[in-house]
């Protein structure tokens, strides 16, 4: 698989060099939509644009990956993920899920929308209970990164008041605002730095299905700004309501005057008993039985604070501190109390924190780097991360740019655990899948090179 890899980077590198000259030529000045633009261009604002991206990986034991590189299963190639994007962009001096930015306010009521579908191996975690679950193509299957699966991964509707310093309100079906990572693997400013995710983002949400306001509490010029979030949605990756599993999202978003420093503080609580549905391995990652634990009332509560800011024009750091908790874990009554693999108490509570550092720097347009450091301490309650103890990991990569929409990115990361078990390593011929209970060893070194294209 080195060979392979190594190979496989000369090839493709080989190749982007020999068409950069007669690419640069035509590149476009936005990476995303430039393929369909010229063919939908409309007056109503509707745009389409779209992503590729696909991977070979490894590690020094082989196999199944996961749970050191986060979405990423098993070794070998993968397509990770082909997405599009169907949108009417708001005009708004607010981006819903990001906070303020510059710009005065708009003086006009308006409206937007986003469908957004995903096609590939990531697209097993972005299906919605009640909605895409049962869908054909989506069978589970024996949790190979070669499994392919099809995502409707958004479905909603934005509207823009010009009132409160300026308000946004999106209603629908929408990838979370919490956590700093998303989902998908766009093109900078998106924070997608990273091919492997961080556990901070293992533990986030994807997506909820309800409302969510955004609106400002300080808005003046030549002033920092001060925005916040209030949502009301329906648990965790889940369209079927649940046991009545509301949840309350609210979240502070503040940017200095310079917006170089940004700081979010993100908040979701609620109701979650029986949202991880077995029978597809969807809806959320945190498996409760309200009849076991006689307690039709399992809150869970996850927090995200969120520091960052770019030193100049070329350097950026970044701070991410998460904690959470969960009344009456299965996860934690199973497999991290005795006796293990018989959930004795039905359920037990439990928590998790961690924090991240990351600093960024780039080197020129068309080239820069990446470091990332993290510590993770849990009581194990996530079926991803099932077994308590300290998770650390350290990442590298380098980002190339040939065109502005063609993205290689190799990267390494190695990983290593204090605790009672051994989570890294599964053998990849079993293809275990979530809870992830079959590792062999305390530690692991993976590397990958992703090639992705944004159109």
């Not at 950069?20 to 590149?27: G, I, R, T």
């Not at 633009?37 to 034991?61: C, E, F, K, L």
């Not at 710009?103 to 009521?109: K, Q, T, Y």
């Not at 920092?224 to 949605?233: D, I, R």
Request: proline share 6%; glycine share 8%.
């Amino acid at each position: 698989m080195k060979s392979t890899l190594f190979n496989l980077s000369m090839v493709v590198s080989q190749l982007l060099l020999f068409s950069v000259d007669a690419l640069a030529e035509q590149q476009p000045a936005q990476p995303q939509g430039w393929l369909f633009d010229p063919v939908i261009h409309n007056d109503y604002g509707i745009s389409v644009s779209g992503w590729a991206q696909a991977s070979i990986a490894d590690s020094n034991h082989h196999g199944q990956l996961t749970p050191a590189t986060g979405l990423r299963r098993h070794n070998g190639f993968t397509l990770d993920q082909a997405g599009i994007m169907v949108e009417k962009k708001l005009n708004s001096n607010l981006i819903s899920r990001v906070g303020p930015v510059p710009g005065e306010m708009p003086a006009d009521f308006n409206w937007g929308f986003n469908i957004s579908m995903l096609y590939g191996a990531d697209a097993f975690f972005m299906r919605t209970y009640g909605l895409d679950e049962d869908w054909s193509t989506n069978q589970v299957g024996n949790f190979r990164s070669s499994d392919y699966y099809v995502a409707l991964s958004q479905v909603y509707l934005e509207f823009y008041f010009p009132y409160f310093g300026g308000s946004n309100l999106m209603a629908g079906l929408f990838h979370s605002p919490l956590a700093r990572e998303i989902g998908f693997p766009l093109p900078s400013p998106m924070p997608t730095e990273f091919y492997t995710r961080a556990y901070s983002f293992m533990h986030a949400p994807g997506k909820h299905a309800g409302l969510l306001w955004n609106s400002y509490i300080i808005n003046q010029p030549d002033r920092a700004k001060l925005s916040y979030e209030l949502g009301v949605v329906n648990g965790y990756n889940t369209l079927q309501h649940v046991d009545d599993n509301w949840n309350v999202i609210a979240n502070l978003r503040w940017r200095s005057k310079d917006f170089a420093t940004a700081i979010d503080f993100e908040n979701l609580y609620g109701n979650n008993a029986n949202d991880s549905i077995a029978k597809c391995g969807c809806g959320s990652p945190y498996p409760t039985d309200s009849a076991l634990a006689q307690d039709n009332s399992l809150k869970r509560y996850q927090s995200y604070l969120i520091v960052s800011h770019q030193l100049d024009e070329k350097n950026t750091v970044v701070a991410e501190a998460t904690y959470g908790r969960q009344q009456k874990s299965l996860i934690a009554d199973i497999y991290n109390q005795p006796p293990i693999g018989i959930p004795a108490t039905g359920g037990t509570d439990a928590s998790w924190s961690g924090i991240n550092f990351i600093y960024k720097h780039q080197f020129n347009d068309n080239l820069n780097t990446a470091l990332r450091a993290e510590y993770f301490d849990t009581d194990g309650a996530n079926v991803m991360l099932p077994y308590g103890g300290a998770y650390k990991a350290l990442t590298a990569n380098v980002a190339w740019f040939p065109v502005s929409w063609i993205r290689l990115r190799p990267e390494v990361r190695y990983d290593w655990y204090s605790g009672n078990a051994r989570p890294y390593g599964a053998r990849g011929t079993d293809n275990y899948a979530p809870p992830l209970v079959n590792g062999r060893y305390d530690d692991q070194l993976s590397y990958s090179l992703d090639l992705s294209l944004f159109f």
